[in-house]
């Protein structure tokens, strides 16, 4: 395989960004499904961009769209959401009850006049360490497996003349570097399984191998995963995070010019902005900060402010150019409907200000699968806010997080007890109740009940 050199890969400033205004749901529909790009035929790399999100039309999934529109969601079916690559098998013949591959789908993507494609490559060696909704195919040692039989055959495809017009979203194996700082060593979240993965240097070794060897194509655009504010938000968790995130940017062969940006939020429910109160407020002169049991001396109280720090503080601090941009998941991150907080809490406690207050409703901010209460986000749109590159949908709305209960299935995945409703916690929700909707099917599995709650508590509302 050959490598670019890093010269070739200068990156525009970001003073040339272009915001995306123009981005709006009409661009994105399928109007254009089965009239081939004018491009196409030229096959002349694009220029590398700032934002592949900027100006751009974004691939709608088709197996998605059909699965929203028949479970009522025409409304939202021309959304863009990102394709899971979670298994050497989805390369070629889809996930989780879909069965379009990627060349499929990236063919689709010239069909529909797209600009970019969002793709997840979610296969890591000993996956998911801390949880075990979505434990993959590979063990922890399988490094090799992943790197030649599902990093290796993803890049045969991607690197196709065909598709270099077609800007590539890589979202990079959620979940997994996070875990390495904060469910390890003496912290009483840590698992077995991460230490494992900590000392093997399996995690680390496949995203340097992943964003190196995809990173190659000039039409690739790596957004390696950050976890979100409820888990990275803590002191204790934010630099060290960035920390191993330039680790893996410099492992395998991979060069820090690698990662187009960050991923925050991703699958997780975390609001976007909240409204009625700020990190800084003090009620009865003490700090929300710290008597707040919902914040619980987190620096953070939502996603975005998390993001934009992430950005501009741990990344350069870590060692990453400055001006690298974050993609916020907000596919399941509205909290609409009757219940949304219309104003502050009452200045009573600290408690009853930020508990009245808060649109995230879940029951702790450690509570993650399938969540009772939730909404659809902000729609996915370009340049929304300084630093955010764009509001997108990574996990599909409407596919489940996992199974509530256990169901043998040849997928690796496992049964977490965090997706059963009964559930009454472990040291990661602060041994609170899981929060979890009944009755879910395994990860990736469409979960109707969840969509149609997803679609009845849509913030902003359809
Ligand atoms: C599952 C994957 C699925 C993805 C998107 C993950 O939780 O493990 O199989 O493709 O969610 O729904």
């Known amino acids: 395989m050959s490598r670019t050199p890093p010269t070739h890969r200068r990156r525009r400033r970001r003073s040339v960004l272009i915001a995306g205004a123009a981005v709006g749901a009409a661009a994105m529909?399928?109007?254009?499904?089965?009239?081939?790009?004018?491009?196409?035929?030229?096959?002349?790399?694009?220029?590398?961009?700032?934002?592949?999100?900027?100006?751009?039309?974004?691939?709608?999934?088709?197996?998605?769209?059909?699965?929203?529109?028949?479970?009522?969601?025409?409304?939202?079916?021309?959304?863009?959401?990102?394709?899971?690559?979670?298994?050497?098998?989805?390369?070629?013949?889809?996930?989780?009850?879909?069965?379009?591959?990627?060349?499929?789908?990236?063919?689709?993507?010239?069909?529909?006049?797209?600009?970019a494609i969002q793709i997840v490559t979610y296969n890591l060696p000993g996956r998911d360490c801390a949880a075990l909704a979505s434990n993959g195919e590979l063990g922890p040692n399988d490094i090799d497996i992943?790197?030649?039989?599902?990093?290796?055959?993803?890049?045969?495809?991607?690197?196709d003349p065909k598709y270099a017009e077609l800007r590539i979203i890589n979202i990079v194996e959620l979940d997994s570097l996070p875990n390495l700082v904060t469910n390890v060593g003496s912290r009483p979240t840590a698992t077995p399984e991460c230490d494992e993965m900590l000392a093997n240097g399996n995690y680390v070794k496949g995203v340097g191998y992943n964003i190196a060897t995809l990173g190659d194509n000039e039409n690739v655009y790596n957004y390696i995963d950050i976890g979100h504010h409820g888990w990275i938000g803590w002191e204790d968790n934010f630099q060290a995070s960035a920390d191993i995130l330039f680790e893996a940017a410099n492992a395998e062969g991979a060069t820090p010019a690698d990662v187009a940006g960050f991923a925050a939020n991703s699958a997780n429910y975390g609001a976007l902005v909240e409204d009625h109160f700020s990190i800084t407020d003090t009620i009865n002169g003490q700090q929300i900060r710290g008597e707040s049991s919902w914040i619980d001396w987190n620096n953070y109280i939502d996603e975005q402010s998390f993001a934009q720090a992430f950005a501009t503080q741990a990344a350069p601090a870590a060692g990453f150019p400055s001006g690298l941009g974050v993609i916020i998941d907000t596919s399941r991150n509205g909290w609409g409907g009757p219940d949304r907080p219309t104003g502050p809490g009452p200045q009573t406690s600290a408690d009853e200000y930020v508990d009245g207050g808060r649109y995230d409703r879940r029951i702790h901010l450690g509570n993650w699968c399938n969540q009772s209460g939730a909404g659809l986000g902000e729609r996915p749109q370009a340049s929304p806010a300084p630093n955010i590159d764009a509001y997108t949908w990574i996990k599909p709305p409407g596919e489940s997080d996992g199974s509530s209960e256990e169901i043998p299935n040849d997928e690796g995945k496992g049964f977490d007890r965090m997706c059963d409703p009964t559930y009454e916690g472990n040291p990661r929700n602060n041994n609170n109740m899981s929060g979890a909707l009944p009755n879910a099917p395994l990860s990736g599995h469409w979960f109707q009940a969840q969509f149609e709650e997803l679609l009845a508590n849509a913030y902003p509302p359809l």
């Not at 998605?64 to 050497?88: F, H, K």
């Not at 992943?146 to 690197?159: A, C, G, H, L, Q």
């Open 29 to 115: 529909t399928l109007t254009t499904l089965g009239f081939a790009s004018a491009d196409e035929a030229d096959n002349q790399p694009m220029a590398r961009v700032d934002n592949p999100y900027a100006g751009a039309q974004l691939y709608v999934n088709p197996d998605w769209a059909a699965n929203a529109t028949e479970g009522g969601g025409a409304a939202i079916a021309d959304q863009p959401t990102a394709v899971w690559l979670d298994s050497r098998a989805a390369i070629t013949g889809g996930s989780a009850g879909n069965s379009t591959g990627l060349r499929e789908h990236l063919d689709n993507a010239l069909e529909q006049g797209a600009d």
């Open 146 to 159: 992943y790197k030649t039989e599902f990093i290796d055959p993803i890049n045969e495809i991607v690197s």
